[in-house]
């Protein structure tokens, strides 16, 4: 199998900084624990793919500057991050994958893994199945219930030659994501998968709708 490299992405938990449309149902301070809990979740099941050296793992992060950020991601467990940076979301993965081609200039790099930290049943298999079905497609997606994506795992392929399709043309936020990203993809042959369909939490309707 293949190792991959999963870049998490990460926002710093601060008060009234995160969960801005949860906290409104359900204060900020509860909404800020929230995403901390979910974030630690996450982390943890990064690292125990990463302990049986399944996959590389590097923490993107927005909120902090750079001295807490190297804090953070020390008490996280987590050797490897990089500042989000400016720009909108799909501005920001790229740059990750730029910035991570570079530190894997001796050693290959060949496949990449984006997840955020705002799924609370993400488990080791979900990253095993992406990194299996990456042997036989160029692109995996893991649908999320308000349209868009909690993962996106793109192989050796997009990464040289076509980093600029998962990206461009998107409205990020907007309730058409992944199916923008999959059109990015229509006039080319390369194969893309789905993954099943999770909740991201993002309002306290997300939180009712597990339940």
């Known amino acids: 199998m293949d190792k991959a490299l999963l870049i998490i992405m990460a926002k710093w938990h601060g008060f009234g900084r995160c969960k801005t449309r949860l906290s409104k149902d359900i204060g900020k301070s509860n909404s800020a624990k929230i995403q901390s809990v979910m974030t630690n979740h996450t982390i943890s099941v990064a690292k125990s793919l990463q302990k049986n050296k399944l996959i590389d793992v590097s923490i993107a992060i927005s909120g902090l500057g750079k001295k807490n950020c190297r804090r953070w991601s020390k008490e996280l467990g987590i050797k490897k991050f990089n500042l989000q940076g400016k720009g909108c979301l799909g501005e920001k993965m790229k740059r990750q994958i730029i910035i991570n081609k570079k530190f894997y200039t001796q050693n290959k790099l060949k496949n990449i893994i984006f997840i955020g930290t705002d799924l609370p049943d993400l488990c080791h298999l979900d990253l095993l199945n992406t990194i299996r079905e990456l042997k036989h ?19 050796e392929k997009i990464i040289s030659k076509h980093l600029h399709l998962p990206f ?11 199916q923008s990203t999959i059109d990015n993809f229509d006039s080319t042959k390369l194969k893309y998968k789905f993954l099943d369909k999770k909740i991201d939490i993002d309002s306290i309707i997300d939180i009712e709708n597990r339940n």
């Open 168 to 178: 461009i043309n998107i409205r990020w936020s907007k309730e058409n994501v992944l």
């Open 137 to 155: 497609n160029d692109l995996i997606l893991g649908p999320s219930n308000d349209g868009g994506y909690w993962l996106i795992g793109l192989s």
